[in-house]
């Protein structure tokens, strides 16, 4: 009589964490999880009413406790920036004269095309703050 319990909780923790898919919110894949620990409890013997509890006590704590964390750490990870975006605010040293019409700096280890924004002339061996990147030539100011 224990394994139709256990294996009906184990269907449903699969199907709870298989629609997280869908969702992407953290909510259901907490739910299945506990669905998943109920299913181990009544797969040991429990009855019906403590696999019950086990799944409520499961889902509100890792709802209420599991997922803030996950939510905050990926949230943090989405501020990551890449590709061009992570130039911006960046040092930049000149490396032929800039000025409001072009030039060229070193980004990194690589040669750009670069104009001042504030149409300053900018010499050689000076140091930049990359503002923008419009197409293929960045934008810069001295610092």
Same mark, same amino acid.
Request: aromatic share 4%; proline share 2%.
């Given at each position: 009589?224990?394994?139709?319990?256990?294996?009906?909780?184990?269907?449903?923790?699969?199907?709870?964490?298989?629609?997280? =898919?869908?969702?992407?919110?953290?909510?259901?894949?907490?739910?299945?999880?506990?669905?998943?620990?109920?299913?181990?409890?009544a797969?040991?013997?429990?009855?019906?009413? =403590?696999?019950?509890?086990?799944?409520?006590?499961?889902?509100?704590?890792?709802?209420?406790? =599991?997922?803030? *964390?996950?939510?905050?750490?990926?949230?943090?990870?989405?501020? $990551?920036?890449?590709?061009?975006?992570?130039?911006?605010?960046?040092?930049? *040293?000149?490396?032929?004269?800039?000025?409001? $019409?072009?030039?060229?700096?070193?980004?990194?280890?690589? =040669?750009?095309?670069?104009?001042s924004?504030? $149409?300053?002339?900018?010499?050689?061996?000076?140091? *930049?703050?990359? *503002?923008?990147?419009?197409?293929?030539?960045?934008?810069?100011?001295?610092?």
């Open positions: 009589m224990g394994f139709v319990p256990a294996l009906i909780w184990m269907i449903l923790g699969v199907l709870l964490i298989a629609a997280e =898919v869908l969702s992407g919110d953290f909510v259901l894949v907490m739910l299945g999880a506990a669905a998943l620990g109920a299913a181990g409890a797969g040991l013997g429990a009855d019906l009413v =403590v696999s019950a509890l086990v799944f409520s006590a499961l889902s509100l704590g890792l709802v209420a406790g =599991v997922r803030p *964390v996950l939510k905050r750490r990926l949230d943090k990870g989405l501020g $990551h920036r890449s590709g061009v975006e992570a130039l911006l605010g960046g040092t930049a *040293v000149v490396v032929s004269t800039v000025d409001g $019409h072009g030039g060229r700096v070193r980004i990194g280890g690589e =040669v750009w095309s670069a104009r924004m504030d $149409h300053a002339v900018l010499e050689p061996g000076a140091e *930049v703050t990359v *503002v923008e990147i419009s197409g293929a030539t960045a934008v810069v100011l001295g610092t």
